[in-house]
């Protein structure tokens, strides 16, 4: 027979965390019946396959060493619980594609992959071990963003090249920056910084800054006059920084501990409206307004037509959007 069952997890990133699992007769499966039925699995160092179930004798996930630990996958399966909790709790949505199944995550892939994906074809997550270190990719804020990717194929589909691009890659920062704050992890605290605890530069600077993109020395702050054809990580930081600005507001503030300092193209002011109404906004722009073609104009547009569906065009929300826009040099 299977059962329900709470589990511990002894998590990387997030601490020691509650995982929902199953008992199967003696054995403990890395399996979520409670969310879509999420399974986690280890690659065992492989690049294909699904790879095996993840199982445990006493329920308590992550307890050894080396890479092929119950580790990374206690981190997988509390980044897909957060995350789906996320989705379901704050914006009405019940599963990537909204119809209440689970992806699954994999872990453990390859050898020294310092890289965690999304991919449409398998429905699944999938996290490297990290090189050079011992830093798995599967913190809350990464494995946010990459079912973040699932959404977005799932929605908009914005291509992933160009201002759409960046337009996805930002989308899927802003999820994962939602549910790291969603999530209220005393370990991992919310912050609009993006895959700090993995330390892929190993020199403990983040992947990137949402309040001030430039600085991760890739990214640009601002539109101007078109983003050419960088990187999508890089085309992102505008994206990023408007989803900053309109939630906290431009200039200096300090959240959690961490102190940002939000520019703004033309010293434009920005006065924030909160997460919380930020994150519906985007989601709604993404879910309702935006195409695969979608650009920065498109995703102003976008935004705006959100903004007035949920807020009316006398809100403050909705001047908040134009204001945020015009922060990063789009519209008026
Ligand atoms: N981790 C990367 C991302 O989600 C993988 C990729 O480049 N698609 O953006
Ligand atoms: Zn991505």
Redesign the pocket.
Known sequence: YQDIKTGTGNTQYSGSVTLDTTRSGSTYQLTDTTRGSHKTYSLNNATSGTGTLMTDADDVWGTGSGSQTQTAGADAAYGAQKTWDFFKNTLGRSGIRNDGVAAYSRVHYGSAYA????DDSCFCMTYGDGSGNTHALTSLDIAA??MG?GVTSNTAGLTYSGESGGLN?AT?DIFGAGVEFYADNSTDVGDYLVGEKVDINSNGSPLRYMDKPSKDGNSVDSWYSGLGNLDV?YSSGPANHMFYLLSEGSGSKTINGVTYNSPTADSVAVTGIGRDAALKIWYKALTTYMTSSTNYAGARTAALNAASALYGTNSAQYAAVGNAFAGINVGS
Request: hydrophobic share 20%; proline share 0%; aromatic share 20%.
């Open positions: 890289n965690a994906y999304w963003h990459e990717h890659e899927s990580h």
